[in-house]
């Protein structure tokens, strides 16, 4: 267990609907960062926040904004859903807010869309 | 942005022999190059991660050497175990942070045939 916590695990929805998946990082954790895992793209940096502040920015789209809540806890909101955003979404969690710090990730949420 | 390629796709090797997987990257910018080990229904973890001030690293089974010069680092695993099975991603990126984040491969399916 990394003691990084994501809900829900699975998701099935409809095209054009909205989701919002969450994120509860280790205990004394300060940055966290989502990934979208598909099989074509492999693992995609997305974003990442550190003491809830956007800190870096990847490859997500507009349709997609996330936030880091005062508790540190993270939600990813996926809007507009489209077929092709069906993937597996991690979050890591790590201490510090450079690359070179340990990150460990979630087990991750499935999002199907249907 | 960073690129990572990373080969082989699939390797299969007999159990107790050695195991190699190779990466290379295209920005001499990147200073932090991390491997995980993603396992069935998981989350990837990492195994070990090397920075560029050094040219090799080793935990038990498991080294990782860096070439700085042709930008390619490799991970080898020795006298491989059936629990080695698993999917590895080589990842690189800046530990100064920026927009790129970590950029992973796209992984390696290692098998460990009995």
């Known amino acids: 267990d990394s003691g990084v916590t994501q809900t829900p695990k699975h998701l099935i929805t409809a095209t054009g609907q909205r989701v919002t998946l969450r994120c509860s990082p280790r205990?004394?954790?300060?940055?966290v960062y989502w990934y979208q895992q598909s099989l074509d793209q492999g693992l995609q940096f997305l974003i990442q926040?550190?003491?809830?502040?956007?800190?870096a920015k990847g490859n997500i789209l507009e349709r997609f904004s996330a936030q880091q809540f005062p508790d540190l806890h993270s939600e990813l909101n996926l809007s507009s859903l489209e077929l092709g955003d069906s993937a597996l979404y991690f979050c890591?969690?790590?201490?510090?807010?450079?690359?070179?710090?340990?990150?460990?990730f979630g087990q991750g949420t499935r999002l199907t869309v249907v | 942005g960073e690129n990572v390629e990373q080969h082989p796709s699939t390797l299969s090797v007999q159990e107790g022999d050695s195991a190699v997987i190779k990466c290379t990257y295209s920005?001499?910018?990147?200073?932090?190059f991390p491997w995980y080990k993603q396992e069935l229904g998981k989350g990837p973890q990492l195994i070990i991660d090397?920075?560029?001030?050094?040219g090799e690293k080793k935990d038990q089974r498991i080294a990782v050497t860096l070439n700085k010069t042709a930008k390619h680092f490799s991970l080898h695993i020795t006298e491989t175990q059936p629990e080695d099975s698993a999917v590895y991603f080589c990842?690189?990126?800046?530990?100064?942070?920026?927009?790129?984040?970590?950029?992973f491969g796209k992984g390696t399916h290692l098998i460990i045939q009995p």
């Open positions: 090397i920075r560029s001030n050094v």
């Open positions: 205990s004394g954790d300060l940055s």
């Open positions: 990842a690189a990126g800046f530990s100064g942070g920026g927009a790129d984040g970590l950029t």
């Open positions: 890591a969690s790590s201490v510090g807010g450079r690359w070179n710090t340990e990150a460990f």
């Open positions: 920005d001499s910018a990147s200073n932090y």
């Open positions: 926040y550190y003491n809830g502040e956007e800190r």
